[in-house]
Protein backbone atom coordinates (compact mmCIF):
# COMPACT_ATOMS: atom_id res chain seq x y z
CA UNK A 1 0.00 0.00 0.00
CA UNK A 2 3.11 2.24 0.59
CA UNK A 3 4.95 1.61 -2.29
CA UNK A 4 1.27 2.13 -4.39
CA UNK A 5 0.84 5.49 -2.56
CA UNK A 6 4.54 6.68 -2.99
CA UNK A 7 4.04 6.14 -6.80
CA UNK A 8 0.45 7.64 -6.85
CA UNK A 9 2.44 10.95 -5.36
CA UNK A 10 5.82 10.58 -7.65
CA UNK A 11 4.04 10.24 -10.66
CA UNK A 12 3.00 14.23 -11.59
CA UNK A 13 7.13 14.65 -11.10
CA UNK A 14 7.30 11.91 -13.59
CA UNK A 15 5.13 13.04 -15.93
CA UNK A 16 6.47 16.81 -16.15
CA UNK A 17 9.87 15.79 -16.23
CA UNK A 18 9.20 13.27 -19.29
CA UNK A 19 7.62 16.31 -20.58
CA UNK A 20 10.61 18.37 -20.21
CA UNK A 21 12.88 15.92 -21.57
CA UNK A 22 10.96 15.34 -24.56
CA UNK A 23 11.06 19.42 -25.16
CA UNK A 24 14.81 19.43 -24.81
CA UNK A 25 15.13 20.73 -28.28
CA UNK A 26 18.26 22.82 -29.36
CA UNK A 27 16.63 25.08 -31.67
CA UNK A 28 13.11 25.82 -32.71
CA UNK A 29 13.26 25.96 -36.02
CA UNK A 30 14.79 25.18 -39.76
CA UNK A 31 14.63 26.71 -42.75
CA UNK A 32 16.67 25.63 -45.86
CA UNK A 33 16.17 24.75 -50.12
CA UNK A 34 14.88 21.31 -51.28
CA UNK A 35 15.59 19.87 -54.70
CA UNK A 36 14.82 16.96 -57.16
CA UNK A 37 13.01 15.25 -59.45
CA UNK A 38 9.53 14.64 -59.97
CA UNK A 39 7.23 12.63 -61.66
CA UNK A 40 3.92 11.81 -62.60
CA UNK A 41 1.25 9.11 -62.34
CA UNK A 42 -2.19 8.79 -63.80
CA UNK A 43 -3.73 8.09 -67.31
CA UNK A 44 -0.34 8.62 -69.41
CA UNK A 45 2.27 7.23 -66.90
CA UNK A 46 1.87 3.91 -65.35
CA UNK A 47 5.86 3.29 -64.05
CA UNK A 48 7.86 5.28 -61.52
CA UNK A 49 10.68 7.84 -62.89
CA UNK A 50 9.66 7.55 -66.40
CA UNK A 51 9.25 11.29 -67.86
CA UNK A 52 11.07 12.33 -64.82
CA UNK A 53 11.38 16.51 -64.14
CA UNK A 54 13.34 19.07 -62.32
CA UNK A 55 11.48 20.11 -58.79
CA UNK A 56 13.11 22.89 -56.61
CA UNK A 57 11.45 24.77 -53.26
CA UNK A 58 12.08 26.19 -49.99
CA UNK A 59 11.27 24.44 -46.73
CA UNK A 60 10.76 25.52 -42.81
CA UNK A 61 10.19 23.19 -39.89
CA UNK A 62 8.86 23.99 -35.89
CA UNK A 63 10.64 21.39 -33.92
CA UNK A 64 8.22 19.94 -31.02
CA UNK A 65 10.97 17.79 -29.92
CA UNK A 66 13.58 15.59 -30.78
CA UNK A 67 10.61 13.61 -32.03
CA UNK A 68 8.17 15.45 -33.63
CA UNK A 69 8.31 18.46 -35.79
CA UNK A 70 6.04 20.42 -38.37
CA UNK A 71 7.09 21.07 -42.16
CA UNK A 72 6.08 23.50 -44.38
CA UNK A 73 7.11 23.48 -48.05
CA UNK A 74 6.87 25.32 -50.96
CA UNK A 75 7.96 23.91 -54.64
CA UNK A 76 7.88 24.45 -58.23
CA UNK A 77 7.86 20.75 -60.12
CA UNK A 78 7.74 19.45 -63.92
CA UNK A 79 5.06 16.49 -64.52
CA UNK A 80 5.05 14.93 -67.58
CA UNK A 81 3.58 11.70 -69.99
CA UNK A 82 2.64 9.76 -72.68
CA UNK A 83 0.16 7.22 -73.27
CA UNK A 84 2.41 5.94 -76.59
CA UNK A 85 4.17 3.29 -74.47
CA UNK A 86 1.31 2.19 -72.81
CA UNK A 87 0.46 -1.08 -74.60
CA UNK A 88 -2.27 -2.35 -71.90
CA UNK A 89 -4.73 0.64 -73.08
CA UNK A 90 -6.27 1.76 -75.95
CA UNK A 91 -7.02 5.48 -75.86
CA UNK A 92 -8.92 7.63 -78.28
CA UNK A 93 -5.17 9.25 -79.40
CA UNK A 94 -1.90 9.39 -78.53
CA UNK A 95 -1.24 11.99 -75.97
CA UNK A 96 1.85 13.62 -74.13
CA UNK A 97 1.57 16.68 -72.40
CA UNK A 98 4.31 18.64 -69.99
CA UNK A 99 3.66 21.34 -67.44
CA UNK A 100 4.67 22.73 -64.30
CA UNK A 101 3.17 22.52 -61.01
CA UNK A 102 2.92 24.75 -57.82
CA UNK A 103 2.75 22.96 -54.69
CA UNK A 104 2.04 24.22 -51.50
CA UNK A 105 1.90 21.46 -48.29
CA UNK A 106 2.23 21.24 -44.57
CA UNK A 107 3.05 17.56 -43.24
CA UNK A 108 3.70 15.95 -40.13
CA UNK A 109 7.02 14.37 -39.65
CA UNK A 110 7.53 11.70 -37.18
CA UNK A 111 11.58 10.65 -36.32
CA UNK A 112 11.79 6.74 -35.44
CA UNK A 113 15.04 8.11 -33.17
CA UNK A 114 15.43 10.87 -31.59
CA UNK A 115 17.41 13.44 -33.46
CA UNK A 116 19.96 16.32 -32.64
CA UNK A 117 23.61 16.13 -31.43
CA UNK A 118 23.12 16.42 -27.25
CA UNK A 119 24.09 13.29 -25.36
CA UNK A 120 21.49 13.71 -22.48
CA UNK A 121 18.64 12.64 -24.20
CA UNK A 122 19.75 9.75 -26.37
CA UNK A 123 19.58 11.97 -29.41
CA UNK A 124 21.12 10.47 -33.00
CA UNK A 125 23.01 12.45 -35.84
CA UNK A 126 21.41 9.76 -38.50
CA UNK A 127 17.47 8.92 -38.25
CA UNK A 128 14.57 8.00 -40.44
CA UNK A 129 11.29 9.21 -40.63
CA UNK A 130 7.78 9.27 -41.87
CA UNK A 131 5.54 12.22 -43.08
CA UNK A 132 1.77 12.65 -43.71
CA UNK A 133 0.30 15.53 -44.77
CA UNK A 134 -1.94 17.78 -46.70
CA UNK A 135 -1.51 20.36 -49.69
CA UNK A 136 -2.84 23.00 -52.30
CA UNK A 137 -2.04 22.22 -55.85
CA UNK A 138 -1.89 24.74 -58.38
CA UNK A 139 -1.22 23.53 -62.39
CA UNK A 140 -0.96 26.92 -64.46
CA UNK A 141 -1.82 26.99 -67.93
CA UNK A 142 -1.41 25.79 -71.19
CA UNK A 143 -4.43 24.63 -70.41
CA UNK A 144 -7.20 26.03 -68.25
CA UNK A 145 -5.63 26.91 -64.57
CA UNK A 146 -5.88 23.87 -62.06
CA UNK A 147 -6.27 23.85 -58.03
CA UNK A 148 -6.69 20.68 -56.27
CA UNK A 149 -6.21 19.77 -52.57
CA UNK A 150 -3.30 16.85 -52.25
CA UNK A 151 -2.22 14.43 -49.72
CA UNK A 152 1.83 13.79 -49.29
CA UNK A 153 2.58 10.58 -47.86
CA UNK A 154 6.54 9.63 -47.46
CA UNK A 155 9.39 8.97 -45.87
CA UNK A 156 12.92 10.52 -45.12
CA UNK A 157 16.32 10.06 -43.98
CA UNK A 158 18.34 13.44 -42.00
CA UNK A 159 21.41 13.69 -41.05
CA UNK A 160 23.40 16.57 -38.57
CA UNK A 161 26.09 17.39 -40.42
CA UNK A 162 26.88 20.41 -37.91
CA UNK A 163 25.35 21.76 -34.81
CA UNK A 164 23.18 24.08 -36.76
CA UNK A 165 23.23 22.05 -40.71
CA UNK A 166 21.17 19.49 -41.46
CA UNK A 167 21.03 17.17 -44.77
CA UNK A 168 18.31 15.26 -45.83
CA UNK A 169 16.57 13.13 -48.25
CA UNK A 170 12.98 12.57 -48.63
CA UNK A 171 10.49 10.36 -50.85
CA UNK A 172 6.99 11.61 -51.13
CA UNK A 173 3.98 10.62 -52.90
CA UNK A 174 1.52 13.78 -53.69
CA UNK A 175 -1.91 11.90 -54.18
CA UNK A 176 -4.25 14.84 -55.73
CA UNK A 177 -8.10 15.38 -55.96
CA UNK A 178 -7.94 16.46 -59.32
CA UNK A 179 -7.94 14.45 -62.83
CA UNK A 180 -6.79 17.19 -65.07
CA UNK A 181 -3.34 17.73 -64.09
CA UNK A 182 -2.23 15.53 -67.56
CA UNK A 183 -5.07 17.64 -69.67
CA UNK A 184 -2.95 21.19 -71.33
CA UNK A 185 -5.30 21.73 -74.33
CA UNK A 186 -8.28 23.60 -73.86
CA UNK A 187 -10.02 21.12 -76.59
CA UNK A 188 -8.96 17.93 -74.39
CA UNK A 189 -11.42 18.27 -71.80
CA UNK A 190 -11.36 14.38 -71.16
CA UNK A 191 -8.96 13.27 -73.56
CA UNK A 192 -8.48 9.67 -72.07
CA UNK A 193 -12.12 9.00 -71.37
CA UNK A 194 -11.46 7.31 -67.65
CA UNK A 195 -14.25 7.48 -65.85
CA UNK A 196 -12.95 8.96 -62.14
CA UNK A 197 -14.78 9.57 -59.14
CA UNK A 198 -14.25 11.52 -55.74
CA UNK A 199 -10.43 9.56 -55.33
CA UNK A 200 -10.82 7.12 -57.90
CA UNK A 201 -8.08 7.40 -61.05
CA UNK A 202 -6.89 10.98 -59.54
CA UNK A 203 -3.47 12.14 -60.98
CA UNK A 204 -0.53 11.93 -58.44
CA UNK A 205 3.20 13.21 -58.36
CA UNK A 206 6.41 11.82 -56.88
CA UNK A 207 9.07 13.97 -55.43
CA UNK A 208 12.32 13.06 -54.51
CA UNK A 209 14.56 15.40 -52.98
CA UNK A 210 17.28 16.31 -51.33
CA UNK A 211 16.85 19.08 -48.40
CA UNK A 212 19.72 21.61 -46.99
CA UNK A 213 18.70 22.98 -43.91
CA UNK A 214 19.57 25.93 -40.88
CA UNK A 215 18.52 25.87 -37.74
CA UNK A 216 17.62 28.94 -35.82
CA UNK A 217 15.69 30.51 -32.86
CA UNK A 218 17.89 28.48 -30.39
CA UNK A 219 16.09 27.85 -27.16
CA UNK A 220 16.98 28.66 -23.80
CA UNK A 221 18.31 25.73 -21.54
CA UNK A 222 16.75 25.10 -18.04
CA UNK A 223 18.99 22.09 -17.58
CA UNK A 224 21.12 21.71 -14.69
Known sequence: M???????????????????????T???????????????????????????????????????????????????????????????RTFPEEITFSRKIIDFGVQFEGNFLAYGTTTYNDCHRLVPYYLVGIGLTYAPKPANNDFAANFPIGIGLKYKLAERLNLGIEWTMRFSTSDRLDVTSQAGEDPFQIKSGFMKNKDSYCYTMLTVTYDIFAKPCDCN
Not at 2 to 24: E, F, S, V, Y
Not at 33 to 55: E, K, L, Q, V
Open 26 to 88: EYRMEIGAATGISFYMGDANRTFYRNSNFMAGIVARYIFNPRFAIKGDLTMAGISGSTVNIKD
Open 2 to 24: RKTLMILMLAPALLTNAIHAQDD
